[in-house]
């Protein structure tokens, strides 16, 4: 099953109500819920996708900015944002995996390219870290980044190229300058999902954008959700216990003048939620399918 960019295009769209869920430059981090609304008019419409072009734009400028240019020679020295977060010894003990989830599946993590990772929650009603970072810049927060966020790219929690973010119990992308799709799949077992299982290759054919203003199109029509052969492809989920997801990011580079933005890639992502928490924390085990080069765009 092959899927194009004609083939999005050509599906009926929903508007949404949305800014760009959590827009991380190298430093940058903003968040909104996806929430879908009622069609607006075409003039409605014509106004929003305005704000959202101007907001993508301002975004791309702070992500330039903030990135350091080539150094001598043509090499690249990166700006990896501010210094890490001194984290409590409560908060770094809630990081850690359980020893039984370890245990359990201790013969998958064995195996090549896998992993494991443990999200707090942040916004969770009751949780007292949230409370805290909420009262001190909410998911501005660097404790926010150091704890509720995590890279596939970098394969590690609290990354300056955070991938997915951990927010009010749901799982979102983090990135304005990226593609983010994931979706529920029917098998229980992780270590048997493949690019050919039921529900991979929607996510394994999606087409990558050849220009800037594609990466907009393809946004717009990926933010309210797509069916396809008996599932639902959407930017955002409630992770369950015990359920297993199918993930493709496509996180695309940019060039001006000298600045950059480090990271492109395009990753086939399947994880499973292998333990939440009482708090609402969970632990999440995952396996990268494929990787590789994503585009990179030059902008004036």
């Keep these: 099953m092959a899927v194009s960019l004609n083939r999005l295009r050509s599906g009926s769209i929903s508007a949404l109500g949305f800014n760009f869920l959590l827009a991380i430059g190298v430093?940058?981090?903003t968040a909104s819920l996806v929430e879908a609304q009622q069609p607006p008019g075409q003039e409605n419409r014509a106004e929003r996708d305005r704000q959202e072009k101007a907001e993508r734009e301002r975004q791309m400028n702070e992500y330039l900015r903030r990135t350091n240019p080539p150094g001598p020679s043509g090499t690249r020295v990166l700006s990896i944002g501010p210094s890490p977060v001194k984290l409590s010894k409560e908060i770094k003990a809630r990081l850690e995996v359980a020893p039984e989830v370890k245990a359990e599946y201790a013969g998958f993590l064995n195996t090549r390219n896998t992993g494991v990772f443990k999200l707090l929650s942040h916004g969770t009603e009751g949780d007292s870290l949230a409370i805290s970072t909420a009262n001190a810049g909410g998911m501005a927060n660097p404790i926010f980044r150091a704890t509720s966020t995590y890279s596939f790219r970098e394969k590690e929690?609290?990354?300056?190229?955070?991938?997915?973010?951990?927010?009010?119990?749901?799982?979102?992308?983090?990135?304005?300058?990226?593609?983010?799709?994931?979706?529920?799949?029917?098998?229980?077992?992780?270590?048997?999902?493949?690019?050919?299982?039921?529900?991979?290759?929607?996510?394994?054919?999606?087409?990558?954008?050849?220009?800037?203003?594609?990466?907009?199109?393809?946004?717009?029509?990926?933010?309210?959700?797509?069916?396809?052969?008996?599932?639902?492809?959407?930017?955002?989920t409630w992770p369950r216990v015990g359920k297993v997801y199918g993930l493709r990011l496509v996180a695309y580079g940019?060039?001006?003048?000298?600045?950059?933005?480090?990271?492109?890639?395009?990753?086939?992502?399947?994880?499973?939620?292998?333990?939440?928490?009482e708090d609402g924390s969970i632990t999440v085990v995952w396996k990268e399918l494929h990787r590789k080069d994503a585009p990179v765009f030059k902008i004036k």
């Design 157 to 236: 929690v609290g990354s300056w190229q955070s991938d997915i973010a951990y927010v009010d119990g749901k799982i979102m992308g983090t990135m304005a300058t990226s593609h983010l799709i994931l979706t529920q799949l029917g098998v229980e077992d992780i270590a048997l999902v493949t690019a050919e299982t039921p529900g991979m290759p929607f996510l394994a054919n999606l087409a990558q954008a050849k220009t800037p203003e594609e990466v907009d199109e393809i946004s717009a029509r990926l933010a309210p959700g797509i069916s396809d052969g008996g599932f639902r492809y959407t930017t955002a």
């Design 27 to 29: 430093v940058f981090l």
């Design 254 to 277: 940019y060039r001006r003048g000298s600045a950059y933005s480090p990271g492109e890639k395009d990753l086939l992502v399947a994880f499973k939620i292998a333990a939440r928490d």
